[in-house]
C-alpha cells in the first residue's frame, strides 16, 4: 500500500553557513562531508563590544566549547583566533526562501517550518520516488550545489519521527536518516524522555510525576493519566510515545501561520479543526 513518507530536511549552523559559504577566502577549501573545512567562525550581536550573543557558530568554532547563546566575551576567552561577523539577517532570510524554493522542488509537498528547517512528504512505494535514500540525497545534493550549505535530513512515517529522526541525522556520517513504520517503536522506545521534541516542561512532570525514564516508560502511561495530568496534551504525548503523529503538512503555515489554541473554534469543521491544533502544537513546541 502507498503510504506517504515525511522528513524534516535542516540546515546545518545556518547563519555561520551562510557567512561562510558566502566569503571567498574559505570557498576553496570547504568540503560537504567534512565540516572541518569550515573556518572557526561565529555570528554575533556587537562584535566591537564583546557583549553581543552568538547567534550561530560553525562545527569547526564549536569545538572550542563555543555554543549558541554564549556570551561574545567567553566565546572570545575559549577560542582568542574566533573569526567574529556581524549578523547579516535580509541576506539568512532570503537564502532560506530560496533553499525553501529548492525543497518544494523536490519535494511539492513541502512546509516551511522554521527560517532554516522545512517539512516534506512524498508517496511511498512510487514510481516518482523509488527510492527514499536517494530522493532525500537528492535535496541534500542540491542545497550544497547551489547554496554551500549542509543539510541533515530525518525521515519518517510522520512530521513528528521525521523530527526525532533529524536529531539522529545529525549525528550520522551522511546526515541522513530513514526510521521505516514497523521499526519506529523499536527505535524511539529506548530513548530518554527528555530527547521528546517539543515537551519541554512536560518532560520534567513525565520524569518526576510519572517516573518515565525512557519514551517506552511514556507510552507504557494510560491515556487517561496523562489526559488528566496534561489536559489536551496528554493525548499527544501518547501518540508520540508511541510514533504516531497525526500532523499534516502545511503548503502555507508561513502566508497564514496559526496563531494558538484559542482560535481553533473559529475553524470550521472538525477535521481541520483536529490536523491545525496538531500543526499548531508542533509550532507552538518551538515557540
Ligand atoms: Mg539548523
Given at each position: 500500500m502507498t503510504k506517504l513518507i515525511y522528513g524534516l530536511c535542516d540546515m546545518q549552523s545556518f547563519y555561520a553557513s551562510c557567512e561562510v559559504a558566502s566569503r571567498?577566502?574559505?570557498?576553496?577549501?570547504?568540503k560537504e562531508f567534512d565540516d572541518s573545512t569550515d573556518p572557526a567562525l561565529v555570528v554575533s550581536g556587537d562584535p566591537a563590544r564583546?557583549?553581543?550573543?552568538?547567534?550561530a557558530a560553525t562545527p569547526t568554532a564549536k569545538t572550542s566549547g563555543v555554543s549558541n547563546a554564549m556570551r561574545l566575551g567567553e566565546a572570545l576567552q575559549l577560542n582568542p583566533r574566533l573569526i567574529v561577523v556581524r549578523p547579516h539577517m535580509e541576506f539568512y532570510l532570503q537564502v532560506s526562501v530560496r533553499i525553501q524554493e529548492v525543497m518544494k522542488q523536490v519535494f511539492?509537498?513541502?512546509?516551511?517550518?522554521s527560517v532554516d528547517e522545512g517539512f516534506f512528504a512524498f508517496p511511498h512505494p512510487s514510481k516518482l520516488f523509488p527510492d527514499p535514500m536517494a530522493a532525500a540525497r537528492k535535496l541534500q545534493q542540491k542545497i550544497w550545489d547551489q547554496f554551500r550549505i549542509r543539510s541533515r535530513i530525518g525521515m519518517g512515517p510522520n512530521k513528528w519521527v521525521a523530527k526525532m529522526s533529524n536529531a539522529k541525522a545529525k549525528k550520522s556520517p551522511e546526515g541522513i536518516v530513514w526510521w521505516r513504520e514497523e521499526e519506529v517503536q523499536a527505535l524511539l522506545?529506548?530513548?530518554?524522555?527528555?530527547?521528546?521534541?517539543?515537551l519541554k516542561k512536560r518532560a520534567e512532570t513525565l520524569k518526576t510525576?510519572?517516573?518515565?525514564?525512557?519514551i517506552g516508560d511514556v507510552a507504557a502511561i494510560p491515556l487517561g493519566r496523562l489526559k488528566a495530568r496534561f489536559g489536551v496534551w496528554g493525548e499527544v504525548i501518547h501518540r508520540w510515545a508511541n510514533g504516531v503523529d497525526i500532523s499534516k503538512i502545511n503548503p502555507h503555515s508561513y502566508s497564514t501561520p496559526h496563531k494558538g489554541?484559542?482560535?481553533?473554534?473559529?475553524?470550521?469543521?472538525e477535521r481541520r479543526l483536529l490536523s491545525s491544533s496538531s500543526n499548531c502544537l508542533m509550532r507552538s513546541a518551538i515557540a
Open positions: 571567498e577566502e574559505y570557498a576553496a577549501r570547504r564583546r557583549s553581543g550573543i552568538i547567534l511539492p509537498l513541502q512546509e516551511q517550518f522506545h529506548p530513548m530518554p524522555v527528555e530527547s521528546m521534541w517539543g510525576e510519572f517516573k518515565a525514564v525512557t489554541f484559542s482560535h481553533r473554534t473559529t475553524l470550521p469543521n
